[in-house]
């Protein structure tokens, strides 16, 4: 299995990496089209060939990045911290669609993925490396390794969200 593309990304890199994720979000899904005379917030909710709108990509990257986020308070907080199960299979987590209009789930992303940068760039260098346990899970887990998945896995999401807003347009 290769490595994926946030093996090696450093926290730093991770912060700006969830920093600019609201935007790229935004760009993907509120962006107007001429040729298009649909409402966004009903183009985002449209299910593509996955099976998911590209709203409930952005329900499950706001879900993804609010779990990590989370974690890494109970990290700075706690002298052996048992996280979330979720955090165990990042790829699988999704969460019910309140039906809340776009712009409010785009501002609610704005706002985890802001706290949960905030919280990268709080936790210390040693922290980063400090076996922490995932409930229901066997084994140790480094927040680093958190990190990473949680990055790549909300860049999935915006990918998704991408082709399933190409593919129902």
Same mark, same amino acid.
Request: glycine content about 8%; cysteine-free.
């Given at each position: 299995m290769a490595p994926s593309a946030t093996s090696h990304l450093s926290p730093d890199d991770a912060a700006v990496a969830v920093r600019t994720f609201p935007r790229r979000f935004r760009a993907v899904l509120a962006? =107007? *089209?001429?040729?298009?005379?649909? !409402?966004?917030?009903?183009? #985002?909710?449209? @299910?593509? =060939? *996955?099976?998911?709108?590209?709203? !409930?990509?952005?329900?499950? #990257?706001?879900? @993804?990045?609010?779990?990590?986020?989370?974690a890494l308070e109970q990290v700075r907080a706690d002298a052996d911290?048992?996280?979330?199960?979720?955090?165990g299979d990042l790829d699988g987590a999704w969460w019910d669609d309140p039906h809340t209009p776009l712009g409010g789930l785009l501002d609610q992303l704005d706002a985890t993925a802001g706290a949960t940068a905030d919280r990268i760039d709080a936790i210390a260098n040693d922290e980063w490396?400090?076996?922490?346990?995932?409930?229901?899970?066997?084994?140790?887990?480094?927040?680093?390794e958190l990190l990473r998945e949680a990055v790549d896995v909300t860049a999935r999401h915006l990918r998704a969200a991408e082709r399933t807003v190409a593919a129902v347009r």
């Open positions: 962006r =107007p *089209d001429d040729d298009e005379p649909v !409402d966004a917030d009903e183009l #985002a909710r449209r @299910v593509g =060939p *996955d099976g998911r709108s590209a709203a !409930d990509h952005l329900l499950a #990257a706001d879900g @993804v990045l609010t779990l990590l986020g989370r911290p048992v996280l979330h199960p979720r955090l490396v400090r076996p922490v346990r995932i409930a229901e899970l066997d084994g140790p887990r480094e927040p680093i």
